[in-house]
C-alpha cells in the first residue's frame, strides 16, 4: 500500500526559503512512479507545480521556475521541494502525490494521481 507523508512547511517570511518532504512508502524495486507535488489554495482548486518521475524526469509550472526545485533521495525513500525567494502568493497547503503518467499535462492534473499525503501548510508572510 502506497504511504505519502509530508512535512517541512512553516511560516516563513518573504523572500525566505522552505524545503518540503514527502516520505514515500510501499513503492516495490521495479515500479514506475510519479511524484507531483500541488499546491492548495482556500477557494481554488489543488495546482500542480512540480513533479518528478522515478527516472529522474522533471516537470515545474511555468509560475514557479527558478524558484523551486525538485529531487530525490533514494537512500531515505523521499522526494523534496525546495522553494526560493519565497512569495506570499507561495501561501497554500502543499501535497504530494503518486501516480503512473509521466507527461506536462498528467503533471499539472488532480486527476492523474492516484495516492495522496495529508499536507503541509506554508504560510508567506512578514
Known amino acids: 500500500q502506497l504511504s505519502l507523508v509530508e512535512s517541512g512547511g512553516g511560516l516563513v517570511q518573504p523572500g525566505g526559503s522552505l524545503r518540503l518532504s514527502c516520505e514515500v512508502s510501499?513503492?516495490?524495486?521495479?515500479?514506475?512512479?510519479?511524484i507531483g507535488w500541488f499546491r492548495k489554495v482556500p477557494g481554488m482548486e489543488r495546482e500542480g507545480v512540480s513533479c518528478?518521475?522515478?527516472?529522474?524526469?522533471?516537470w515545474y509550472a511555468d509560475s514557479v521556475k527558478g524558484r523551486y526545485s525538485i529531487s530525490r533521495d533514494n537512500d531515505k525513500n523521499t522526494v523534496y521541494l525546495q522553494i526560493d525567494s519565497l512569495k506570499s502568493e507561495d501561501t497554500g497547503v502543499y501535497y504530494c502525490?503518486?501516480?503512473?503518467?509521466?507527461?506536462?499535462?498528467?503533471?499539472?492534473?488532480?486527476?492523474?494521481?492516484?495516492?495522496w499525503g495529508q499536507g503541509t501548510q506554508v504560510t508567506v508572510s512578514s
Open positions: 502525490a503518486s501516480g503512473g503518467v509521466w507527461s506536462a499535462s498528467a503533471c499539472s492534473t488532480y486527476g492523474s494521481f492516484r495516492s
Open positions: 510501499g513503492f516495490t524495486a521495479t515500479d514506475y512512479y510519479v
Open positions: 518528478l518521475s522515478s527516472t529522474n524526469l522533471k
